[in-house]
């Protein structure tokens, strides 16, 4: 019976990184999750939002908390932005029964729905390695991931109570994921570093040298590819390396791809990307 799950694909899957979304549905029937989507849901805010007005970002999420709870299911994402200010936001309104209360009159008045902490959120990471478990996923690798591997956690995924059995400060389930499809996992500092993601609009040059730094990190420690679990840090680390390297003077020329496509790759399907991803590798690794 497969495990079901409140879907949200998380920050610009839709729309600057698609390809999260177009394997993240193959993926998950080979691993026997049903995504049920949550319709109308909105970003999660990426912690902009909270910056101007917190009470919106909390009202916009607690209605996304809602939706899953009225669906009986808890709440999975492939996103590490989204997985961390959702929880971020869920430990929030747990804690504080006034200020759930207050969010929960908003939601009355705007949507006429009610939230009672009930539901949680996993990122697809945790999913895989707590619930289904590396010995079920190794038999499934159709095309082994022969790279050496730096996984970038983020900055935001690994929250307290909502990471499984995963370390809060020094994680390892990315690198276990990646010895599982056959990669080679590097030791790298920057892994849970940010690389400015949110503010890329409003404060590009901090961005690209905060990004920068990782990607240089990454090649530094002999890396042939970087696998993101966020979707807005892989798009800023994919798209903007060229710029990064401008502003920096620093070595970022690395393929970036994110932990959904790697994944979808090894179990077999897109084969036709997944030769793309090699010549990537030849063509832009050193």
């Not at 009610?114 to 499934?140: A, Q, R, W, Y």
């Not at 020094?170 to 949110?198: C, F, H, I, N």
């Not at 090649?219 to 390396?241: R, T, W």
Request: overall charge negative; aromatic content about 6%.
């Amino acid at each position: 019976m497969p495990m079901n799950y409140a879907y949200h694909p998380g920050n610009v899957a839709h729309s600057g990184s698609p390809e999260v979304t177009d394997s993240m549905i193959p993926l998950a029937k080979s691993l026997g999750i049903k995504l049920t989507p949550l319709e109308g849901a909105t970003s999660c805010g990426a912690g902009i939002i909270r910056q101007a007005n917190k009470k919106l970002q909390l009202a916009l999420n607690a209605r996304i908390f809602a939706q899953a709870e009225a669906l009986g299911l808890e709440i999975i994402t492939p996103c590490a932005s989204t997985a961390g200010n959702l929880s971020e936001d869920l430990m929030e309104l747990r804690s504080d029964p006034i200020l759930l209360a207050e969010i929960n009159d908003v939601l009355a008045k705007t949507c006429g729905m009610e939230f009672t902490g009930e539901t949680s959120v996993n990122h697809l990471l945790h999913v895989i390695v707590d619930e289904i478990g590396l010995d079920k996923v190794k038999p499934m690798v159709v095309n082994p991931i022969d790279f050496t591997v730096a996984s970038y956690y983020g900055p935001n995924m690994q929250q307290d109570g909502f990471c499984g059995g995963d370390d809060v400060y020094d994680p390892d389930y990315m690198e276990q994921l990646m010895k599982t499809l056959g990669g080679q996992p590097v030791k790298w500092d920057s892994r849970m570093q940010s690389v400015g993601a949110p503010s890329l609009l409003s404060e590009e040059p901090t961005v690209l040298k905060l990004s920068a730094s990782v990607l240089n990190d990454a090649k530094s420690e002999g890396a042939q590819l970087i696998v993101s679990a966020c979707n807005l840090s892989h798009s800023v680390m994919d798209i903007y390396q060229g710029k990064a390297s401008q502003r920096t003077g620093l070595r970022t020329n690395i393929p970036v791809i994110h932990l959904c496509e790697i994944l979808t790759f090894a179990l077999g399907h897109y084969n036709t990307r997944f030769a793309q991803l090699r010549t990537r590798v030849m063509v832009i690794g050193d």
